[in-house]
């Protein structure tokens, strides 16, 4: 009696410094969690301000495309008016050389050619005429020479506005070149920093994992502790090459016995071959009895399915498993998680299929148990 109640208080200090070390864990999955949606949330920001920066980028790159072609159109509008600035120089040189003939002419020959085309006049009509015509002849040298003279100032007015309207042009694709530098390198950043996110979040969800499996691990522990003495127990039968433990410990709920029943489903057998242990999916598996792994792996009705030959003639059969992790061949040991439970196959929810075949002989499993 003693003895029992030492075995029960350490069993109880087992399954509170479970409790104590769930709750821890509890706690640093909570916060894992918590900055695991802190960092997606700051990831989608950076992804969204990543895309306006490249937009932005397009925009500024469509602009400098826009002012390259107005810069080129204004050249071409400067060289045109530097060509029409040439020709009409020219007119005004052609114009000017002419005067200063007529000028040396009448320089040269004084008023005396002049007054003897007057005196060759016939009549009073015909000196009008001729006066008129040598003042028209000066006349039209002051004009002509004034015309080519604005036409010169209005196209180097022409030219000069062109060019300004370069200048500024040019000034605007610089400060267009600058803010391109600036926006790639504000995109490069934001590109690492994303980067710096990812990589933050994978190793949070690293850390997260192994917080997980360790919790798991831990309820484990917990719930084998809670369940590996029971004041009331039978003790096992010893059969074969050792004894069974229980496959599914803390789920002795048996949903459908060995023998008769009624067809839970269709296609079920109305004799059946094991015993359905109720469990929720996940829940750990572990082999009765060391042996070697005959199959493991898919088989139609019994879903994943692992078989256990244990020697002496005495196997053991795990049916409609979630999850396998052994293979065929390999060597298990007494106690040896092996797979976790699921529904799977022919079934009608989690749980446990557990069939001891002795001699190849389905048997009543609750005699080694």
Request: charged fraction near 25%; charge should be positive.
């Amino acid at each position: 009696m003693k003895k029992r109640k030492r075995i029960l208080s350490l069993l109880l200090v087992c399954v509170l410094c479970f409790s104590m070390t769930g709750q821890a864990q509890a706690s640093k999955i909570s916060a894992a969690k918590k900055k695991a949606q802190v960092l997606q949330s700051k990831k989608k920001e950076a992804v969204a301000e990543k895309k306006k920066l490249l937009e932005q980028l397009e925009s500024v790159l469509d602009e400098m495309e826009t002012t390259k072609k107005k810069i080129t159109a204004k050249e071409d509008e400067i060289s045109k008016k530097e060509d029409e600035l040439l020709i009409a120089q020219v007119d005004e040189d052609n114009q000017y050389e002419d005067m200063k003939k007529r000028i040396k002419y009448m320089y040269e020959n004084g008023n005396a050619k002049f007054i003897e085309i007057l005196c060759q006049s016939k009549s009073l009509s015909d000196f009008l005429n001729n006066a008129e015509y040598i003042s028209t002849i000066s006349s039209y040298d002051r004009t002509m020479l004034k015309k080519f003279q604005k036409v010169v100032k209005n196209v180097q007015a022409q030219e000069e506005a062109l060019k300004k309207e370069n200048a500024e042009l040019e000034k605007m694709q610089d400060n267009l070149i600058a803010k391109q530098s600036t926006v790639k390198q504000m995109l490069s950043d934001k590109k690492n920093e994303i980067a710096g996110i990812q990589k933050d979040i994978k190793k949070n969800a690293s850390k997260l994992s192994a917080l997980e499996q360790a919790a798991a691990d831990a309820a484990r522990k917990k719930q084998e502790a809670a369940s590996s003495y029971s004041p009331g127990a039978v003790a096992s039968v010893v059969s074969g090459n050792g004894t069974f433990t229980h496959p599914c410990p803390g789920y002795s709920r048996i949903s459908s016995y060995f023998g008769y029943r009624e067809q839970p489903l269709a296609g079920a057998s109305t004799n059946h071959k094991g015993m359905d242990f109720a469990a929720p999916t996940g829940t750990p598996i572990y082999a009765a009895a060391g042996g070697t792994v005959v199959s493991a792996g898919y088989s139609g009705k019994a879903g994943n399915l692992i078989v256990i030959n244990h020697g002496n003639g005495l196997s053991t059969y795990y049916m409609h498993c979630h999850k396998i992790y052994v293979r065929a061949g390999q060597k298990v040991s007494k106690g040896q998680n092996i797979a976790i439970v699921g529904t799977t196959g022919n079934s009608t929810g989690p749980h446990l299929h557990f069939q001891v075949m002795s001699g190849g002989v389905p048997v009543n499993p609750l005699k080694y148990l």
